[in-house]
DNA sequence: CCAATAGTTCGATTATCATTGAAATATGGA
DNA sequence: TCCATATTTCAATGATAATCGAACTATTGG
């Protein structure tokens, strides 16, 4: 991940409701939630909603798929790990070290 | 971490300069680097990278230490392992999954 | 085709942040 | 003490971002 994608989309989560908005997408996990969902979920107006929305997708973060009446939004859950790798590259020069060693979930494999 | 905190680190990092400001830190390790060698790795005016750093340690991602006449400047290990266990929290529901689980660097122990 | 529901776009307003030269402060050594 | 080196503060400027009501588009069912 160059740089550039690494600042757009850390600026997409420096934000109160981009990121109410995105864990609420990492914790519904890959079924994904409706806009509507989100906006009962987080509280916010429709039309902020959509802005933030908009720039999380730009950002690479989240991607949206139409389903009848519906858009459903879900985390780009590969992207956020190139975004976490990004941050702790070469850790300590690349020398054996322990500073830098994030475990997100249950390394368990997927069930779906 | 409470999200406040987040969003102020998230958005520390969310700057062309203070990310690779950043990221030099961490791959300079535990012991740190003198703003005068940050500047001469990124190649930001002093004023600027004063203005950065500031930025960095206000939110908890960087500390400094005086040393003679250095300053040096270090990476706050611990509150980036936060800030990224914050991102993925309760990562799809905390069901078993296998979408966001970071390797940040060796898991070996700590030579330092 | 019409009404209802779901989301998005637009636009005007307000607030916040990045940049950097010049001046100030701090430290160490001769 | 005095100078050179290291870093920070100040202040003015320019640029970017957040907010949300109202109007618009899209989809479904009757």
Redesign the interface.
Known sequence: ME?KA??TA??A????SR??V??AL?????EGLAAGKIGELTGIPPSSLSFHLKELSHAGLASSQQAGRFVIYR?E?EA??HL??F???????G??????????????????
Chains 1, 2 share one sequence.
């Open positions: 740089t690494a600042v850390l600026a989560l420096a934000q109160d990121l109410a995105f864990r990492v914790q519904a996990g890959p985390a859950f956020m790990n976490l790798a941050l702790t590259e070469n850790c300590c020069g020398n054996p070290c322990s500073p830098v060693c994030s475990q997100a979930c249950s390394p368990s494999k997927a069930s779906t």
